[in-house]
């Protein structure tokens, strides 16, 4: 049996990044739950939490809140990484959407 994980974000942080997506990239949120998080068929979506391992969201699937799990490209510790690897989810989910991602300096 593997050991549990802690989470490396505080509550603080978790919750300012949550804002912060919810708030200012709520498209965002539902092109990554769409392309990456298995929910095609999701008309909005938002961002719940967060750990080492992934992102997480609860979209909105034929009218009902889904849990959805999207990973990290690889773990992470640092705050300044969740940025990072929002961008490298964001741009893998345009990529399995056929999409065109905007541009580095417009996130």
């Not at 961002?47 to 080492?52: A, I, N, Q, S, V």
Request: include cysteine; charge should be negative.
């Amino acid at each position: 049996m593997s050991e549990p994980t802690v989470n490396p974000f505080g509550p603080d942080a978790i919750t300012a990044v949550c804002k912060h997506m919810n708030d200012d990239h709520p498209d965002d949120c539902l092109l990554i739950s769409r392309g990456l998080g298995g929910r095609s068929t999701a008309t909005s979506a938002t961002m719940t939490g967060l750990d080492g391992e992934a992102a997480y969201y609860s979209a909105i699937v034929d009218g009902a809140p889904v849990d959805v799990r999207v990973p990290w490209s690889r773990p992470i510790t640092e705050r300044r990484d969740v940025r990072v690897e929002v961008v490298v989810q964001y741009n893998e989910a345009c990529k399995a959407l056929g999409l065109t991602p905007r541009g580095e300096g417009e996130h």
